[in-house]
């Protein structure tokens, strides 16, 4: 859970120096807000902490945990690079004036006409990830006479301590080539065969919301052990190693997250160690977070409606947003926890479950939640919402998505509207 929460003496949450009720009333509710000094300052963290290394490297923002024109514009001013994995994240970047250069193109199925967008718009690097794609990358690169960086995404055959869909990096996995079953080693061979794609580095990923290093040091391991075994079959060694991304955060006081300083630490002193031992010289290092750059940096402001008390039983306070707007809980168990934006500064006096709106009985987006006495017009705010919360979200039941304000130095920017009836049913056609 985000440390240290601000109140002021009307005890009202405080965000980027914004009064967090009147952003509630400002712009309405549900509203996802983000703090974007908190974003900034991750970035720094990691940044700092590469620096202390003396190594090259590349923080790469993993898109798909927040994507927006303006999340975007800030990352371009931090000046590290991106991955998207759709023509949808990679048009959003570019129409940010992202610099094409700084985005890696993931995704285990891209399309013809993903490529193609990856292609023409010069971008970084496409991580390869499977032998179609190898293929129509091949055919797009001849056809255009175009050269290109890649990347190899590798399943390493490690499997993270994290949810079962937030791991990646096992052997049975949809993702990426198979390191045990040569799969690996079959892909570079063809890639080196292809003049039009100059092979800068290995890229793998092991899962999301991890708490141990012991997967991140096995990773950097095997990623030198890979390349030095690539050294002697085929004198290619890999200049990049991109260990992607999953560094956990605290959303509860259950969690105890590792902080961005130590795992970067085991990666770095791993890699040294190894590539000292197989006599390869010191590769760049690239990862890829997502969550736990935009995660803290979020909070969900809802307002309080209708209530319903059982006899023996904890109540239902019932709030106007919900799965729509951050499905993790109903669809990961993930756990929250929320303050009343509007008493900060008032008794906890009850525990509650924090409901959403919509019509499913898993639509619960706090099982247990101690609280002051609430009261309809209440504003609840969520905590931890900043990563796959907005990105995931949708018009179930059809309502409408909410706005997106971006807080920083006292002063609020609206970021992304709020979905209107119009918008839903702009793309419909009538039948009769
Ligand atoms: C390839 C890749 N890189 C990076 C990430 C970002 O992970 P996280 O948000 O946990 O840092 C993901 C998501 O799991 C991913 O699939
Ligand atoms: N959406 C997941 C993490 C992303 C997994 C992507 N490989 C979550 O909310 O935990």
Redesign the pocket.
Known sequence: MSSDLSSDNNGHLILGGVDSVELAHKYGTPLVVYDVGEIRDQIKRFKSNFDLSGLKYQISY?S??FATVAMYQVLKQEDVHT?V?SGGELYTALKARFPADKISF?GNNKSLQELEMAVDNHIGVVIIDNFLEIKLLKQLLEEKSANIDVML?LTPGISAHTHKY?Q?GQVDSK?GFDVESDQATKALEQVLEIPQMNLIGI?A?I????FGVEGFEMLAKKMVDISAQWKKQFDFVPKILNL????GISYTDEDEPIGPDVFIDKIISTIKENVKKQSLPLPEVWI?????IVGPAGYNLYTVGSRKDIPDMLSYVNVDGGMGDNIRPALYQAKYEAVVANKMNQNIEEEDHIAGKYCESGDILIDRQALPKTEPGDIIAMLDTG??GYSMASNYNRNPRPAVVFVENGKDKLVVKRESYEDLVRLDESYI
């Open positions: 993993a798909k945990a991955d994995v993931h995404r937030d990646t993702f890229h990923h899962g999301s919301q991890i992607g991304g999953g560094f890829e977070p997502g969550r736990s990563a796959y």
